[in-house]
């Protein structure tokens, strides 16, 4: 199949997408809460929109310029998806199958309907596709791999893969700056980065950096629409879990009743906690950043992204920093 043929496929899955009846995307939004309890609705459309934003002709186009495709010398690639976030893994199918190569894929057992839905749609659109995939359990037989856990599976990961060619991704997290200046607006943009998918995404913004003193109270008032989050059970649970240790240990820590606001050095919170540190200048802020650059996916605010913006990757927005695309063209 050539190049041209691929991103047409992809395009017109894009438009396919897009255009889901109301009663199509019922039956999926209902499928995929009943496999996870976390992909909601709202989170299942809102993925399914951020994919559908970059699967046009002129972005993939533009975007896989920049790479040799014509040089690839096909080969088994061997995806671990995570389902932490609905269709999280989508990026590596999609990189795997414009490249040409062969996609093996573990699908997580928590984002599987919604997987097999995409790539099923792609299999009508362009049938070539389906011998291009295959669907496994184990990935012993693929000649690379891409993978996504946690830093624990990561260790296993690099372990059992190490004599092949790997992209291996751990827990990273995305943080927050405020300078002062910072507008209701700003605050509540910020509220989407943060309570989005309920704050399970590497894009999601678990800390904020603040300048020495800051007064957070309009802030904290500017959060109030999120309120209804602490209506979902799983999420409620994690509220009353950490709020609870934090009350038998004396713990100081701000309550809005749905978001619990705690000083700390670490980077990753709990769900339901947001951290924050607070900073003398600009200086010392940046050296911050920078020591833990590893560990951040994003950083919103200030002269970073926008507020809001943390959860619309664009189709160069790789994982981790690592460019998933050059890593399959330099294979062969």
Not at 178 to 204: A, K, P, V
Not at 208 to 226: E, H, I, W
Not at 230 to 254: A, G, M, Q, T
Request: net charge negative; with cysteine; proline share 4%.
């Amino acid at each position: 199949m050539l190049l041209i043929d691929r991103i047409k496929s992809f395009e017109t899955l894009g438009n396919r997408l897009k255009n889901l009846s109301s009663e199509e995307m019922e039956e999926l939004c209902l499928g995929a809460r009943n496999e996870n309890a976390w992909f909601v609705e709202d989170n299942v459309k809102m993925a399914i929109e951020g994919i559908g934003m970059f699967l046009d002709h002129d972005t993939l186009d533009s975007w896989l310029k920049n790479y040799p495709l014509d040089q690839i010398e096909p080969k088994k690639i061997g995806i671990i998806a995570a389902g932490n976030i609905p269709l999280v893994g989508f990026h590596d199918v999609m990189c795997v199958l414009l490249s040409g190569h062969h996609l093996m894929i573990k699908m997580s057992s928590k984002d599987g309907i919604l997987m097999r839905f995409v790539l099923e749609e792609l299999f009508r659109i362009e049938p070539e596709f389906k011998s291009q995939v295959t669907f496994v359990e184990r990935l012993n037989d693929a000649d690379a791999f891409i993978a996504t856990g946690s830093d624990n599976s990561a260790r296993y990961f690099e372990y059992y893969f190490k004599n092949k060619p790997n992209v291996i991704r751990k827990n990273r997290t995305s943080v927050a700056v405020f300078t002062g200046n910072e507008s209701e607006q700003d605050y509540e943009n910020l509220g989407h980065d943060i309570f989005q998918y309920y704050g399970l995404g590497c894009r999601n913004v678990s800390k904020l950096f603040v300048p020495k003193g800051y007064n957070f109270s309009p802030f904290l008032d500017a959060l109030k629409p999120f309120e209804p989050v602490i209506h979902h059970h799983k999420y409620r649970n994690n509220y009353d879990y950490n709020k609870s240790i934090y009350l038998v240990n004396r713990e100081p820590f701000l309550d809005t009743e749905y978001l619990l606001i705690r000083e700390s050095e670490e980077l990753v919170s709990p769900i339901s906690v947001l951290y924050y540190q607070q900073y003398n200048d600009e200086k010392e802020l940046n050296q911050i950043l920078k020591e833990n650059a590893e560990k951040i996916q994003c950083v919103v605010g200030g002269n970073h992204i926008p507020f809001g913006q943390a959860q619309k990757p664009g189709v160069a927005d790789y994982a981790d920093g690592v460019d998933t695309m050059a890593f399959l063209t330099g294979l062969s």
